[in-house]
């Protein structure tokens, strides 16, 4: 496709992050003086594709429009899954007049460090697929396949050790098998999707009454090719407490390189 698309930008924050374990929804936690919600609007707009933001926020969201952001925002409403809230979302861009052959850019309110060569870069290869591209990092670590497993425990009757197993509300895991990781991807955002074309994917999502766990699953579940972009390791998504520790220090030192180069 040799046509320039026009690129809009959405960021789903309408849910609460339940593993990060706060009182308030993570996307408003704060790191180095900003929300991560702020964090995530300025990361897109360091783009030159990108010039407004649609944030998707729960209902009874009372906080994202009291911050001020790095680009004009636009509001529309989440739903109870994140697909509900990205088709919600899509909706909204249709209506405001976007083409269905136009560029929708997804992106994590808790992925506050995407760094800009790398929304630059899946935005481009986006632009020559038919459907969209994503970027994921390839899996490093070794990765293991486990199993559950009953607790034995032992006692004496009499002098007879007896053995009984007990099913643990908690059961431990062990080894089941190594994965192969050679074709092992760990998916990011943003994805990047042709608007039309995730409007399909999205109602056949909702009519079919599939689970997915991001947008480009719902691709997958209709065998529909998606571009994958290899991206920075910085870009890390803040899930458990102790990410915040690093993404204050990958947000910092992102800060510096900037200014250096700005100097």
Known sequence: MNITPN??????????G???GASIAKQYTMLQGQTLLQHSVARLASSAYIDTCLLVVAADDSTAQTLDFALPIHYAMGGAERWQSVQAGVKAIIEAGADD???????DAARPAVPSHDIEQVIEAAMLEPYGAILATPVADTLKESYPQSTAQSELVGETPVVNLTVSSSPHSYVKCTIDRRHMWQAQTPQVFRLGQLQKVLIYVAEHKLTITDEAS??????LPIRIVTGSRQNIKLTYPDDAILLAAIINAQFCSEQT???
């Open 261 to 263: 180069k700005n100097n």
């Open 18 to 20: 339940s593993r990060f």
């Open 7 to 16: 690129v809009h930008a959405m960021i789903v924050a309408a849910g609460r």
């Open 101 to 107: 052959s136009d560029l929708v850019v997804i992106h």
């Open 218 to 223: 719902a691709f997958e579940c209709l065998d």
